[in-house]
T-cell receptor
Framework: DAGVTQSPTHLIKTRGQQVTLRCSPK?????VSWYQQALGQGPQFIFQ???????QRGNFPDRFSGHQFPNYSSELNVNALLLGDSALYLCASSSSWTGNTGELFFGEGSRLTVL | RKEVEQDPGPFNVPEGATVAFNCTYSNSASQSFFWYRQDCRKEPKLLMSVYSSGNEDGRFTAQLNRASQYISLLIRDSKLSDSATYLCVVNGRSSNYQLIWGAGTKLIIKP
């Protein structure tokens, strides 16, 4: 049973560029949440996708956008990259059956460095 | 004030000792509480949910104090493998879907 998979694992971009990160949720899960984790900080909620729609969004600018596909996989896009966007981006999958009381399963993350 | 606050540590503890972490939260309407563990440069993994009556899982005990709005995690007979960052998680103010994470408390168990 495949867990949550994310790609790429590491990437380096320069300021102003755009990046797309990908996530495949755990088998049987239909909900994907994205988090940004800066060094020494806890994960910060970016947004959550369910039924191919953004269901909830955290305090992130419109430069951060996402998409969920019919197979439940998801993408996170960040435009006009800033140095401060350097972080570990975590994808978490869950089941809508358990709502907000269920366990989140995380991928290993995509580590983005912006130069 | 942050929505979820934790002592960042690090807590340096000898193997076999008991260690306790506290976490305070600001949203009195929060209903869901968790402790996650994160190893260095790895993803967070659920350690345990926290229930109103308190709950225990082996060497780990979690307590919730709604009146004072804090949750705690107690680790007994600590092992070297317990070294990690422990993250307190609470469901958010604006929505039941959004989980708010503390910055984590780093625990170092020394032989």
């Amino acid at each position: 049973d495949a867990g949550v998979t994310q790609s790429p694992t590491h990437l380096i971009k320069t300021r102003g560029q755009q990046v797309t990160l990908r996530c495949s949720p755990k088998s049987g899960h239909d909900t994907v949440s994205w988090y940004q984790q800066a060094l020494g900080q806890g994960p910060q909620f970016i947004f959550q996708y369910y039924e191919e729609e953004e269901r909830q969004r955290g305090n992130f600018p419109d430069r951060f956008s996402g998409h969920q596909f019919p197979n439940y996989s998801s993408e996170l896009n960040v435009n006009a990259l800033l140095l401060g966007d350097s972080a570990l981006y975590l994808c978490a999958s869950s089941s809508s059956w358990t709502g907000n009381t269920g366990e989140l399963f995380f991928g290993e993350g995509s580590r983005l460095t912006v130069l | 004030r942050k929505e979820v606050e934790q002592d960042p540590g690090p807590f340096n503890v000898p193997e076999g000792a008991t260690v306790a972490f506290n976490c305070t939260y600001s949203n009195s309407a929060s209903q869901s509480f968790f402790w996650y563990r994160q190893d260095c440069r790895k993803e967070p993994k659920l350690l345990m949910s926290v229930y109103s009556s308190g709950n225990e899982d082996g060497r780990f005990t979690a307590q919730l104090n709604r009146a004072s709005q804090y949750i705690s995690l107690l680790i007994r007979d600590s092992k070297l493998s317990d070294s990690a960052t422990y993250l307190c998680v609470v469901n958010g103010r604006s929505s039941n879907y959004q989980l708010i994470w503390g910055a984590g408390t780093k625990l170092i168990i020394k032989p």
